[in-house]
Structure formats: structure tokens, C-alpha cells
């Protein structure tokens, strides 16, 4: 117990200290603007010790109220420390708008006892914390969940076997699979799997270990992701060996025993909890996102779903408002039965290259189907569909020289749409560009290319990617995806590379394009053209890779945005 829950005549009463929340998270408040007027003044009590089943002490810091009456409680577990943003952010803010705010570090992190593991311990420490605020004078007995990142991995892990107190969880940019965060069809999403490195290492010991941990990741970036052999390389960045980055940047099969229990997509596919969900078209947890979304449906959980122009970090930051906005109204409606604040429709996104938010029934939204365009000689794209299947070019892909990667969904700040300008002028970059449009074109749903493609070695990965290029040229990445292509004596093979999902408007003169490579390095580990591991390399091969004819971006409801027909005729690129 804590020392703030005495004995009166009159029965057991909880009376609030007098502790104010950190100067820190106060100023931070002060900086934000668009948010809801404060209901009430904060308190704060830092350092309670919550037991975890195994008796391991996890740090926890309360903020709640300063008002009577009972309130709700959020609980909010974290790998990432309990100060800056997450005080402010989490504890500050709902505590103002009338909430209970548990914020506690994970076990490992920030104070609390035990060894920190990605995965393994979050479902029995969070059912140890729901046990302990059972005891608390305070708890009125409904709870909620909310958080991003991994603080949405903690709320999946609870909701596998959720308490009966749980009504209502906001998993924002959130996790469900860390085997997909680092590795997508057997590839290594390097530059990611070193900033979670950096984030679980660092963060949690303040903001200045953090950020100076940050800078020199960025300083080394390059001799890290260039290193030959790639093990161990990232200690020169990250200032000391990080077993568990070790092991998950070596284990690429999802299938592998070393990742048995990581995934916690079960949770959605029975949970009968509120759910709301929220992400950005560039967060590197957007397609985990868009999974949760669909097992919820399927299960026949309340749900809901908020899709901005936002990176994994610009969520919290320039969309933040409407992020909190968003998440207070699922909270309330839910915890504190007041509706008032919700959306009339389940799903709202953003449309790009329009610039406008649109409410929608569901994702994806009902429509005619995939269209496909297809590659076409003189770098052109074209709508008619190709007679036979024949070579049409080739390029040659040297990881001595990878491919560079720019923009599109990272958990750093150079990710985002960026002028693919400099990229599609290399060599190594393949681009088929559609005509002047006559009429917009609206793409919802997610996106594929199917390919047929050749290589010498039979080793080689596929980076494909569209872009949006306005009347001046200017080419910018909408969405994009890789997969590994597994061809035997220079035969061609059909394969399937989901480029993840978007709501974008093509806009009346604009064109559309469909770039291809062979990689985007240092996002993605650069394939050595061997078979070697990408890890454990230290020959690299160049490859030769020839695509086919009855290739095809095909592109999900689609349509003229005035109803009229979609131009086919082919312009110079």
C-alpha cells in the first residue's frame, strides 16, 4: 500500500497529497496548443512500488484529480521511462480531463526490477498491476488502457485474458508483432531495428541519455549499415552490446521457435473490449495497425479507426491534438458513459494530395476492385493489359552501391513523403510514369505489385514503391513495400509485394508512378546476392535483374473523381 490511503472513523478514505506533477511536464503543457480546456487540477505521486507476480518491484507514478468524487482509471505501462513525454503527454493531460493516470515502467526500465525482454513478461506484469490497483482505496473499479508504440504492445498483452474492470483501450502507432517491426518477408529492417535499439537502451534513463544516444546513432549510421560483417557492428553506435538486438536481427523466420509467444495477434481476434485505433500513412506500424482493425472487425469488437498524415513520431507531435482529441472522446464515451465527443462514422482518414479528412463506413471502403496498370517500353504506364509476357528492361543492383532509401514509413525523422527526385535518377532505379490525368483518381485500400522478374543469381530483393507526380515533376513517395524474389536459373517468377495501404487523390494533371529496385538500404539490411545472411555477409554480388511484361501496380478503388473514365494513353515519363 501506499502511505496515502489512512483510516477514518468514517470508513477507509483516500486523501490526495499535495504533490504537484514536474516542472518539466508543466512547462511542456504549457507549450501545446488546440487541446481541451483542463477540467480540473492535478496530483501526483511518484515512485509507488507495484509487486509483479514474481514479487519484482515495478516503479509507478500516480497522477489523478484534485477534486472529489470517483474517477476512472488509465493505466499506462511503459519501456520508455516515466518523464518527458510521456508525464506530460499521459499523466498530465487525462488527469486534467478527469482520470486516474497510472504510469509505470516496465519491468528492466526506469527504475523498476527484473530484466527487461520484449515480449515475455508484459501479460503477467500488467495482470499484477491490475491486481494491485484492486487494493487501492481510490480505484473505482473501471479501467482503461491507452499508449503507442510498444505502450500499445503492454495493452495487447493484457487483453490476451483481460480483467473484467478493462471497458476500453486506445492503442495508438501500436505494436501487436515485433517479428514484423524488424523483418518483413525474411528481409531485416535494419534502420529500424537500430532505433528500437537506441529507444530501449536509452530512453528510459532520461531525455538527455537519450538524445545524446540518438545523435551518435545518426553520426554512425552509415559505417554501421556499410559494416561487413553487420553482426555486432551497431556497438560502435550504441555504446554496448544489446543481446536481445542481437537475437532478433538474427532469427528472420517468423516461424522460428525464438519468436513463439511474441505475437499477440490472438488478443484481437476474441477481444470484446472498446477498442480505438490510430496511426499514420508513413508510421512504420501502419500495416500492423490496419491488421488489428480487421481481426477486431471480424471479431465483432467495437472499434474504431483514426488514420492521419503522420510518421510513427509526428502522430505525437504536430498530430497530437487531434490524436488526444481522438482517444479522450473513445475514453470517455466508454469509461465515463458521456458519447457526446465521438465521430459519428467508425473510420476517418486523411487524403492525401487532397489535403482533406473523410469519414468512412469501414476500411477498406466497398469499391469496384483492383485496377491494374501495367509497365510499358519507353518507361511508360498504361492501363492496357499486355499481350504476352516478354523481358521489357533490365537493371543491374551492386550492394556495394545499395540503393539508398528515402522517406516512406520509419521510425526516425527522415521518414515521410520526400521529392524522389534524386533517388529515380540512378541507374539501379526502374520508373514507369502514367499520363496527365484528365480526371482525379482516388486509391483507398491497400496496394500491391505483382511481378514477373528474372535474376543471374537468384538472389535478389524487390523494393517497389508509387509516387505522385505533380505538373512541375516533382515525384513523391504515397506508399511502398519489399519482398525477396526466389528465382531458379534465370527463369522468370511471378511474385506478390504488398506495399502496404493509403487514401490519396490523384489529382486532375498529375501522373501516376510506379517505381522498382532492387533495395533501400540502410531501411532495409542490403541482400548480398549470395544467399549469405545479410548479417553474417562479407562477400556481395551483383545481380542482374530483368522485368517482365505482364508485370502490374495494381491499385484498389479506383475511380474518376468526377465519375468520369480514367485516361489510358501512355505520355513520355
Same mark, same amino acid.
Given at each position: ?5 489512512? !483510516? ?21 503543457? +504549457? ?21 509483479? +507476480? ?34 506530460? %503527454? ?107 535499439? +537506441? ?18 546513432? %545518426? ?219 484528365? !480526371? ?57 509485394? +504488398? ?33 549469405? &545472411? ?27 473523381? &468526377? ?11
Amino acid at each position: 500500500m501506499h502511505p496515502y490511503t489512512p !483510516e477514518t472513523e468514517a470508513g477507509s478514505t483516500w486523501v490526495p497529497p499535495v504533490g504537484k506533477p514536474p516542472l518539466s511536464s508543466r512547462i511542456m503543457r +504549457a507549450t501545446w496548443r488546440g487541446l481541451p480546456a483542463k477540467r480540473h487540477e492535478v496530483g501526483w505521486e511518484p515512485g509507488l512500488v507495484v509487486p509483479a +507476480a514474481d514479487g519484482s518491484p515495478l516503479i509507478t507514478d500516480h497522477y489523478f484529480p484534485r477534486a472529489e468524487g470517483d474517477f476512472p482509471t488509465l493505466l499506462v505501462r511503459s519501456p520508455y521511462g516515466r518523464g518527458l513525454p510521456w508525464s506530460p %503527454q499521459y499523466g498530465l493531460l487525462f488527469a486534467e480531463q478527469g482520470f486516474h493516470v497510472v504510469l509505470q515502467s516496465c519491468r528492466g526500465t526506469g527504475g523498476s526490477g527484473g530484466a527487461f525482454h520484449l515480449w515475455r513478461n508484459e501479460a503477467a506484469d500488467g495482470r499484477a498491476t491490475v491486481s494491485w490497483l484492486r487494493e487501492q482505496s481510490w480505484f473505482s473499479g473501471t479501467l482503461g488502457t491507452v499508449g503507442p508504440s510498444y505502450l500499445g504492445y503492454v495493452q495487447w498483452a493484457l487483453a490476451l485474458d483481460p480483467p473484467p474492470e478493462l471497458k476500453a483501450m486506445v492503442v495508438q502507432v501500436g505494436l501487436h508483432d515485433p517479428h514484423a517491426l524488424f523483418h518483413t518477408d525474411g528481409a531485416l529492417r535494419l534502420e529500424n531495428a537500430l532505433a528500437v535499439g +537506441a529507444g530501449m537502451t536509452y530512453q528510459h534513463q532520461g531525455m538527455a541519455p537519450f538524445l545524446k544516444a540518438t545523435l551518435r546513432l %545518426q553520426r554512425r549510421l552509415g559505417a554501421v549499415t556499410s559494416a561487413q560483417p553487420l553482426r555486432g557492428a551497431y556497438v560502435s553506435a550504441l555504446g554496448a552490446e544489446v543481446p536481445w538486438l542481437d537475437e532478433v536481427m538474427t532469427h528472420p523466420d517468423a516461424t522460428d521457435s525464438f519468436w513463439r509467444g511474441a505475437s499477440l495477434a490472438q488478443s484481437a481476434q476474441r477481444l470484446g473490449v472498446p477498442t480505438a485505433l490510430i496511426t499514420g500513412w508513413h508510421d512504420a506500424l501502419v500495416d500492423q495497425t490496419f491488421e488489428q482493425y480487421d481481426r477486431l472487425r471480424q471479431a465483432g469488437c467495437e472499434t474504431a479507426l483514426l488514420v492521419g498524415p503522420w510518421t510513427h513520431t509526428s502522430a505525437l507531435q504536430q498530430g497530437w491534438p487531434q490524436v488526444f482529441a481522438d482517444s479522450l472522446a473513445w475514453l470517455r464515451a466508454h469509461l465515463c458513459d458521456d458519447p457526446s465527443g465521438l465521430r459519428p462514422s467508425a473510420v476517418r482518414v486523411h487524403i492525401g494530395g487532397e489535403n482533406a479528412w473523410r469519414d468512412l463506413d469501414d476500411w477498406p471502403p466497398p469499391g469496384p476492385g483492383a485496377i491494374s496498370w501495367h509497365p510499358a517500353p519507353g518507361g511508360h504506364l498504361t492501363r492496357q493489359t499486355p499481350v504476352d509476357c516478354v523481358p521489357l528492361t533490365a537493371f543491374r543492383y551492386d550492394p556495394a552501391d545499395p540503393t539508398p532509401s528515402l522517406g516512406g514509413p520509419l521510425l526516425s525523422r527522415t521518414a515521410g513523403p520526400r521529392d524522389n527526385s534524386t533517388l529515380e535518377a540512378r541507374d539501379d532505379v526502374l520508373t514507369f510514369t502514367g499520363p496527365a490525368l484528365t !480526371e482525379a483518381v482516388d486509391v483507398l485500400g491497400p496496394v500491391f505489385a505483382r511481378l514477373t522478374m528474372s535474376t543471374d543469381s537468384g538472389y535478389a530483393d524487390v523494393f517497389t514503391r508509387l509516387c505522385d507526380v505533380d505538373a512541375r515533376g516533382r515525384s513523391v513517395n504515397v506508399c511502398d513495400g519489399l519482398g525477396r524474389l526466389r528465382t531458379t536459373g534465370g527463369e522468370p517468377s511471378q511474385t506478390t509485394v +504488398a506495399m502496404s495501404s493509403t487514401a490519396h487523390r490523384f489529382a486532375v494533371g498529375h501522373r501516376i508512378r510506379w517505381q522498382i529496385s532492387a533495395g533501400a538500404h540502410p531501411r532495409y539490411a542490403r541482400n548480398p546476392g549470395t544467399g549469405q &545472411s545479410p548479417v553474417d555477409a562479407t562477400t556481395f554480388t551483383p545481380v542482374r535483374i530483368t522485368l517482365h511484361t505482364d508485370s502490374a501496380l495494381l491499385l484498389p478503388h479506383s475511380s474518376g473523381g &468526377s465519375g468520369g473514365p480514367l485516361p489510358t494513353t501512355a505520355t513520355a515519363g
